[in-house]
């Protein structure tokens, strides 16, 4: 079975690690819930206020941490690509990116630079697999495809 062709513009997003931060996220918070409940009344009132505080502090950084692998992407377009990781977002022209690549047990896809710089692609996660690999090639084919070719002189 053939992948269909990828066309601009198109988004890559990790799959596993999005449903897996997902599925533990949920896992936490009911366990967390059960855990409260089951103290019973005379326990809960023990927690001071400092103690409530930290547990909360606690659950908003998982809560940052949860929501910056959620919007992880690479997109592509006309213009170029655009690689988001966690909070950060960079944008390349199609110029600008000299090759695509997913080593052999590196987490994530990286973009070779004309600068000779590199950058990772959180968005293009090796534990997806298969997916991870199609995902480079059509990146690496949309490259090609859109890199203008140097002048000749």
């Known amino acids: 079975m053939t992948a269909k062709p990828v066309t601009l513009p198109h988004t890559w997003r990790p799959f596993g690690a999005r449903m897996m931060g997902t599925a533990l996220g949920v896992m936490l918070l009911v366990l967390t819930l059960a855990v409260w409940i089951a103290f019973g009344p005379d326990v809960r009132a023990r927690f001071t206020v400092f103690q409530k505080s930290t547990l909360v502090f606690l659950g908003l950084i998982a809560l940052g941490v949860w929501f910056a692998l ?8 006309d213009q170029g690509v655009t690689v988001v990781n966690g909070y950060r977002t960079r944008h390349y022209d199609w110029s600008q990116i000299v090759a695509v690549n997913l080593r052999r047990g590196a987490p994530w896809a990286g973009l070779d630079l004309s600068d000779g710089t590199s950058i990772s692609a959180v968005a293009i ?9 199609q995902a480079v090639r059509d990146l690496r084919r949309l490259v090609v495809e859109n890199t203008p070719a140097p002048p000749e002189g």
Request: hydrophobic share 25%.
């Open 70 to 77: 959620m919007r992880s992407r690479v997109s592509v377009d």
């Open 125 to 133: 996660q090796s534990s997806d697999g298969s997916r991870a690999q």
